[in-house]
């Protein structure tokens, strides 16, 4: 969620642990085994959604997998498993370090642009914050697809097989913190709330009953109503992080129908034949970097591509799968016209204000204590307890918007309906900021305001066609014309105030500290906004599913089965296929949706299988795009036919 620095968690180096034995480690090393050895499934990308496909897919002996990831498989790094450590991950060797174009919405500001790039993907990078999204968000799936599998009703039980949701005994008074009915305690997720008390949760829940008009209590966020104030859960099991390498990859490892390879980037689809006159579209082209050999590999059912938001829409340009014109203009052979692909791009703008506390008891000691920090340590390495088991907070608020808003006279209401939420507003017990740069001594109480119903829609288009040239991102944050996005992050700062202002903080909080404070006029705030915002990192739709069919401007890239409109052969499973981003964190609705795709996957017919007229499966293959994109690395792959 945060993309820089909390300053407490700057105290490890990398521990670098690998230790999966089964893991193809490069493509050139494991060439003699990807010949020799026929793939059902080809999946692109390691994270949310490819982890936990690999392991669905592969729960079928007689199904033989590939996932293919561009990170390494270094998942168990000291730095990703303690939660506390997060920070430090944003800026590593795990993250691509994307840029956004010069965001208009944020005086003109290009911000950096996390995703995780090793085995786990962004689950190994995240800040592990676990909320399914409301059930008003998956019905409007259902209703933009014409799929009532995406219902509430219907994944709800995916939601529950996925996780393993502790009541841990180190939780106190867990029972008035989440329904346990609701939740599944057998699956690979672990998840579960957070393990230490922090003076100002007392206070949190006092400050809501004093404003419990406004601040409902809700007892679980993840009821499929997430409105109110409630306790955070965390994809934290026993203290540590859980992410879909650890969860999903690792257990399914073990398996004899499932191979890994890393350290390997895919650089398009390719097309091996047609079926009457649809193209089939079930192979790969990948490779160990820049300046390494090329590799085609076909898939004797489908390619499936789980590459994130970013990667996913980046792979179908470069291929030809998206606006004709674009690939005209980049002289790529279109394979099929879809104007959607790249398009739809939505995030969460993120804006944090510090409010100095009276106490010297905040979690701003892990960085400004030594002695402290030193013991909490030992706490996580000898026992995986102590502060460094925490996330960003214990509690937080998710907030609509009054029904009879003035902005609602002018603007129809973005939202999915009455159980998801506007904006959120988390209380974290420290000194957090995202500009780098010295930071205050002192306690700290940090509130972070943040529009979880952005109207404003991005783009991602190619720069170039050398598929390490990354794509121009433009997430189109706060540049609404209607005034929505700038109004609501005014109200939910507002908002934030409001209940921080309660007779509860008047022991805690000294006072507003920093530019923000001075930001007081609806003109000032906004200013302020447009200074500071920055984004949760939860891109999402850039690929986006529709109803069947109709392939035009508007209408989605993808089938309600997310197969990809006008191929065969083809599926993406991930963050992008969203229509709308959904109101909530977006790791777990993108586990939930990769559920349902294995179950979509191993149900289908539609086998895109090689007996259509096209090129054999399971082979290395030569393309006559790879020689005119590649023409240098040409004599190279000659090598290997
Ligand atoms: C810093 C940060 C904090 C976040 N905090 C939270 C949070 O607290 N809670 C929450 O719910 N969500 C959070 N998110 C968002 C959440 O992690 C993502 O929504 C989710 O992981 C998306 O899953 P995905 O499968 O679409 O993509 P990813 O998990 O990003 O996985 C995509 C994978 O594909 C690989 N890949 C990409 N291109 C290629 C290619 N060409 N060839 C091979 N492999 C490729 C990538 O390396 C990556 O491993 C956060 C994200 C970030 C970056």
């Given at each position: 969620?945060?993309?820089?620095?909390?300053?407490?968690?700057?105290?490890?180096?990398?521990?670098?642990?690998?230790?999966?034995?089964?893991?193809?480690?490069?493509?050139?090393?494991?060439?003699?085994?990807?010949?020799?050895?026929?793939?059902?499934?080809?999946?692109?990308?390691?994270?949310?959604?490819?982890?936990?496909?690999?392991?669905?897919?592969?729960?079928?002996?007689?199904?033989?997998?590939?996932?293919?990831?561009?990170?390494?498989?270094?998942?168990?790094?000291t730095?990703?498993?303690?939660?506390?450590?997060?920070?430090?991950?944003?800026?590593?060797?795990?993250?691509?370090?994307?840029?956004?174009?010069?965001?208009?919405?944020?005086?003109?500001?290009?911000?950096?642009?996390?995703?995780?790039?090793?085995?786990?993907?962004?689950?190994?990078?995240?800040?592990?914050?676990?909320?399914?999204?409301?059930?008003?968000?998956?019905?409007?799936?259902?209703?933009?697809?014409?799929d009532?599998?995406?219902?509430?009703?219907?994944?709800l039980?995916?939601?529950?097989?996925?996780?393993?949701?502790?009541?841990?005994?180190?939780?106190?008074?867990?029972?008035?913190?989440?329904?346990?009915?609701?939740?599944?305690?057998?699956?690979?997720?672990?998840?579960?709330?957070?393990?230490?008390?922090?003076?100002?949760?007392?206070?949190?829940?006092?400050?809501?009953?004093?404003?419990?008009?406004?601040?409902?209590?809700?007892?679980?966020?993840?009821?499929?109503?997430?409105?109110?104030?409630?306790?955070?859960?965390?994809?934290?099991?026993?203290?540590?992080?859980?992410?879909?390498?650890?969860?999903?990859?690792?257990?399914?490892l073990?398996?004899?129908?499932?191979?890994?390879?890393?350290?390997?980037?895919?650089?398009?689809?390719?097309?091996?034949?047609?079926?009457?006159?649809?193209?089939?579209?079930?192979?790969?082209?990948?490779?160990?970097g820049?300046?390494?050999?090329?590799?085609?590999?076909?898939?004797?059912?489908?390619?499936?591509?789980?590459?994130?938001?970013?990667?996913?829409?980046?792979?179908?340009?470069?291929s030809?799968?998206?606006?004709?014109?674009?690939?005209?203009?980049?002289?790529?052979?279109?394979?099929?016209?879809?104007?959607?692909?790249?398009?739809?791009?939505?995030?969460?703008?993120?804006?944090?204000?510090?409010?100095?506390?009276?106490?010297?008891?905040?979690?701003?000691?892990?960085?400004?204590?030594?002695?402290?920090?030193?013991?909490?340590?030992a706490?996580?390495?000898?026992n995986?307890?102590?502060?460094?088991?925490?996330?960003?907070?214990?509690?937080?608020?998710?907030?609509?918007?009054?029904?009879?808003d003035p902005?609602?006279?002018?603007?129809?209401?973005?939202?999915?309906?009455?159980?998801?939420?506007?904006?959120?507003?988390?209380?974290?017990?420290?000194?957090?900021?995202?500009?780098?740069?010295?930071?205050?001594?002192?306690?700290?109480?940090?509130?972070?305001?943040?529009?979880?119903?952005?109207?404003?829609?991005?783009?991602?288009?190619?720069?170039?066609?050398?598929p390490?040239?990354?794509?121009?991102?433009?997430?189109?944050?706060?540049?609404?014309?209607?005034?929505?996005?700038?109004?609501?992050?005014?109200?939910?700062?507002?908002?934030?105030?409001?209940?921080l202002?309660?007779?509860?903080?008047?022991?805690?909080?000294?006072?507003?500290?920093?530019?923000?404070?001075?930001a007081?006029?609806?003109?000032d705030?906004d200013?302020?906004?447009?200074?500071?915002?920055?984004?949760?990192?939860?891109?999402?739709?850039?690929?986006?599913?529709?109803?069947?069919?109709?392939?035009?401007?508007g209408?989605?890239?993808?089938?309600?089965?997310?197969?990809?409109?006008?191929?065969?052969?083809?599926?993406?499973?991930?963050?992008?296929?969203?229509?709308?981003?959904?109101?909530?964190?977006?790791?777990?609705?993108?586990?939930?949706?990769?559920?349902?795709?294995?179950?979509?996957?191993?149900?289908?017919?539609?086998?895109?299988?090689?007996s259509?007229?096209?090129?054999?499966?399971?082979?290395?293959?030569?393309?006559?795009?790879?020689?005119?994109?590649?023409?240098?690395l040409?004599?190279?792959?000659?090598?290997?036919?």
């Amino acid at each position: 969620m945060f993309s820089h620095s909390v300053r407490a968690a700057l105290l490890l180096s990398a521990l670098s642990s690998s230790s999966l034995g089964a893991l193809l480690q490069s493509a050139d090393d494991a060439a003699d085994q990807l010949t020799s050895t026929h793939y059902d499934y080809i999946i692109v990308g390691a994270g949310a959604a490819g982890g936990a496909l690999a392991n669905r897919l592969t729960e079928d002996g007689s199904t033989k997998v590939l996932l293919i990831e561009a990170g390494s498989s270094d998942y168990n790094n000291t730095n990703i498993e303690v939660p506390w450590l997060a920070p430090v991950l944003t800026h590593s060797q795990f993250d691509w370090n994307y840029t956004t174009t010069p965001q208009e919405g944020l005086d003109n500001r290009s911000i950096a642009y996390a995703r995780g790039k090793v085995l786990g993907g962004s689950t190994s990078i995240n800040y592990m914050i676990y909320t399914r999204a409301a059930q008003d968000d998956w019905n409007r799936f259902a209703s933009v697809t014409g799929d009532d599998g995406w219902n509430w009703s219907n994944i709800l039980s995916y939601a529950k097989k996925l996780e393993a949701f502790q009541n841990s005994p180190n939780v106190q008074n867990a029972t008035s913190k989440f329904v346990a009915n609701i939740h599944g305690t057998n699956g690979p997720v672990g998840a579960g709330l957070p393990q230490v008390s922090l003076p100002i949760d007392q206070i949190g829940l006092n400050a809501q009953q004093e404003l419990s008009s406004e601040f409902k209590y809700n007892q679980d966020v993840n009821s499929g109503n997430m409105i109110g104030f409630s306790w955070t859960p965390f994809a934290i099991q026993d203290g540590a992080r859980s992410n879909s390498a650890r969860d999903y990859i690792q257990p399914a490892l073990g398996r004899s129908n499932l191979d890994v390879l890393v350290n390997t980037q895919v650089t398009k689809v390719l097309q091996t034949g047609t079926d009457g006159n649809t193209p089939i579209v079930n192979a790969v082209q990948f490779t160990s970097g820049p300046n390494e050999k090329l590799y085609n590999l076909t898939a004797n059912k489908e390619v499936i591509l789980s590459a994130g938001s970013i990667g996913t829409p980046q792979i179908l340009l470069l291929s030809g799968i998206g606006p004709a014109d674009q690939a005209k203009s980049l002289g790529i052979q279109s394979i099929v016209d879809l104007p959607d692909v790249g398009q739809n791009m939505q995030d969460h703008p993120l804006l944090t204000t510090n409010f100095q506390v009276s106490s010297n008891d905040t979690l701003d000691n892990l960085s400004l204590n030594t002695t402290f920090q030193a013991e909490q340590l030992a706490l996580w390495t000898n026992n995986r307890t102590g502060d460094f088991t925490l996330g960003a907070c214990n509690q937080w608020a998710w907030q609509r918007l009054a029904d009879d808003d003035p902005i609602f006279k002018n603007v129809s209401d973005p939202s999915a309906g009455p159980t998801s939420p506007h904006f959120q507003l988390i209380f974290s017990d420290l000194f957090i900021a995202f500009s780098g740069g010295a930071f205050p001594s002192g306690h700290f109480l940090t509130l972070i305001s943040n529009l979880y119903t952005p109207t404003t829609r991005g783009s991602l288009t190619l720069n170039s066609t050398d598929p390490f040239t990354y794509p121009i991102i433009n997430p189109g944050l706060l540049n609404d014309e209607n005034g929505f996005d700038i109004y609501t992050m005014r109200q939910a700062l507002k908002a934030g105030r409001r209940f921080l202002a309660a007779n509860a903080w008047k022991d805690w909080i000294i006072s507003e500290f920093g530019e923000s404070a001075n930001a007081t006029s609806d003109a000032d705030i906004d200013a302020y906004i447009r200074k500071n915002a920055l984004v949760v990192n939860h891109v999402s739709g850039t690929v986006a599913m529709g109803k069947s069919g109709d392939s035009s401007k508007g209408a989605g890239a993808l089938n309600p089965d997310l197969s990809v409109k006008g191929v065969k052969g083809l599926r993406v499973v991930d963050a992008s296929a969203f229509p709308h981003i959904p109101a909530a964190h977006t790791m777990v609705p993108t586990y939930i949706l990769a559920e349902r795709a294995a179950d979509l996957i191993k149900n289908s017919n539609s086998t895109a299988s090689g007996s259509k007229s096209g090129s054999g499966n399971g082979a290395f293959t030569p393309s006559a795009t790879l020689v005119s994109v590649f023409a240098p690395l040409v004599a190279l792959v000659a090598l290997l036919l």
